[in-house]
Every structure is written in C-alpha cells, then in structure tokens.
C-alpha cells in the first residue's frame, strides 16, 4: 500500500493567519491527491483534486500544491468556519489511502 | 443529482452479524466504483474497499480483507458492508463513498454501527 505521511496531526491558529498542512507519498503519486475537509458529525467534503484544482464552489482561499511526492495544502487567511480536519488522499494505485489527518483550531 | 443514502444507525452485540447498504440515486449505479471508508470514534479515514456494481470486482484494502464482504444488488441500485461475527473494535462510523477516477465528490450520511455487550 501507498503510505501517506501528514502533518502536522493538530494546528492551532489565529484568524486572517496562513496555515500550510502536508502530506508526503511514500512512493511516486504523480499528481494523484486530494484534499477534503471534515466538520464534526458530517461526512467528507472535497476541496482539491489532482493536487492543485480547486473543486468548484470552494473559496480561493484554498489551494494544494505538488513537488515530487510532498504535497501541501494552504489556507492563505484562516475563517473560522474552516475550523475543522483536514486529510489528504492518494489515488494512484488501489487501495486508496489517506493521510492521519489534522485538526485544525483557533488560537 | 447523486445521492448515496445510507442505511440507519445499529447497535449490536459481540459475535452478531451485520449488513449495512448504500443506495445510489442519481447515476448509472453499474457503471461507477462505490467504495466504504471506516471512521473509528475520534480518529481518521480508513479506506476499507471498493466494488464496481457492473460485474461485482472487488478490491479490499489488506487490513479488511477477510475481516469485512463488500457485495452489490445492481438491480436495486444497492451495495454492501457486511460483518460475520461483529467485534467491539468494529465500532465506527462508516461511509459509502463514490470516487471517479479517484476523485470522492459524493459520499454517504455515514451509518453509525455500535458493538457492545
């Protein structure tokens, strides 16, 4: 299986802040990650696909960048309702597989 | 729109068996993977397997193979989770979950199932 290693596991952060999550592949992925947010009770939302593109609706403030098998996910001025985790997932070869997550709170 | 309703929040004791499903609406059920995510009380995302209703492939992550049957009723539109003998560790929520081409734009409400004596 394709390993998926993030971090960090928890971020504390204030509002209008830059806040930057990774994930790292432990084989080549091509660009074959996404990035969901999940609210408590509610089941996964999709916010980046292939790495970079922006699902449709989602706010700008939302972006996901790729470099070899390191991949980031940036919120460039943390709201409050982006309170919430945050996991990364690989596509690239069955079975699918997902970063540990990170709880992401307000400072 | 697509829609994967899931079935109805389960409490069941150790040694039970259970089967849990997920309705698609919306699309070609037959022609699109459905796949099931575990969630464990407070922690992450597991991919569990997936299965294409069209001629029943399926593919189990190692950690569920043999622990979980993953099955599909194309002509109800319907798949499956299904436990033998139910453990306590199996208490989670689960979610059906449809990717295309990797990408998971609509999931299941999730089915809570509790394990308890």
């Known amino acids: 299986d394709i390993q998926m290693t993030q971090s960090p596991s928890s971020l504390s952060a204030s509002v209008g802040d830059r806040v930057t999550i990774t994930c790292q592949a432990s084989?080549?992925?091509?660009?074959?990650l996404n990035w969901y947010q999940q609210k408590p009770g509610k089941a996964p939302k999709l916010l980046i696909y292939?790495?970079?593109n922006l699902e449709t609706g989602v706010p700008s403030r939302f972006s996901g960048s790729a470099s070899g098998t390191d991949f980031t996910f940036t919120i460039s001025s943390l709201q409050p309702e982006d309170i919430a985790t945050y996991y990364c997932?690989?596509?690239?070869?069955?079975?699918?597989?997902f970063g540990q997550g990170t709880k992401l709170e307000i400072k | 729109e697509v829609q994967l309703v899931q079935s109805g929040e389960e409490v069941k004791k150790p040694g039970e068996s259970l089967k849990i499903s997920c309705k698609g609406s919306?699309?070609?059920?037959?022609?699109?993977?459905i796949g099931w995510v575990r969630q464990m009380p407070g922690k992450g995302l597991e991919w569990m397997g997936i299965?294409?209703?069209?001629?029943?492939?399926?593919r189990y992550s190692p950690s569920f193979q043999g622990q979980v049957t993953i099955s599909a009723d194309k002509s109800i539109s319907t798949a499956y989770l299904q436990w033998s003998s139910l453990k306590a560790s199996d208490t989670a929520m689960y979610y059906c979950?449809?990717?295309?081409?990797?990408?998971?734009?609509?999931w299941g409400q999730g089915t809570l199932v509790t394990v308890s004596s």
């Open positions: 979950a449809r990717p295309v081409r990797g990408v998971i734009r609509d």
């Open positions: 919306g699309y070609s059920f037959t022609s699109y993977w």
């Open positions: 299965i294409y209703p069209g001629d029943s492939d399926t």
């Open positions: 084989q080549d992925i091509s660009n074959y």
């Open positions: 292939d790495a970079s």
């Open positions: 997932q690989q596509y690239d070869n069955l079975p699918y597989t």
